[in-house]
């Protein structure tokens, strides 16, 4: 599970992906590393910028780019399974007021994540609570991970 959805509210998969979607190294949260290990490609729960050229395409986010929400699901997709993104070159971004659950945020923060806290984007497109230049805020956090629940709860404000 990337990104577990509590309440729903808009997906969009009207805006194309930029190549970059498809072949980005991921941070690997429980090493705290850039490892092969980690799939590459935009992972589920991690968030979507547009793309700097204003063509309405979809990016990583980093601190200084536009979110516009958080990626549903991987685009490469399971190699044994079928790869939509792939083949349509689009993926569902959810937006709006949802509540969602992650297990990809930032685990090297400025402070522990805390209940009420605003949500930003890190230069890895992952959430944190480290303020970002673009100071867009994503999320609140609803619920703090722990060892036995190790997902990130937020209210979407984007």
Known sequence: ?????????QLSSIPELTPVCFTKDNYDVANETMTVNTPKGVLGGSIAGLSP?????????????MPVGLFVNDA???????????ASNKIAVIKGMAS????????VTVAPYAVGQKLYSSDNGLLTNDVSTSGVVIGVVTKVATPASPTLGLDMRV
């Open 53 to 65: 050229a204003n063509n309405y395409k979809v990016v990583p986010c980093t601190k200084a780019l």
């Open 76 to 86: 490469a997709g399971a190699p044994f399974d079928n790869s939509p993104a792939v």
């Open 1 to 9: 599970m990337a990104l577990n959805i509590l309440i729903r509210t």
């Open 100 to 107: 969602v659950e992650v297990d990809v945020y930032e685990t």
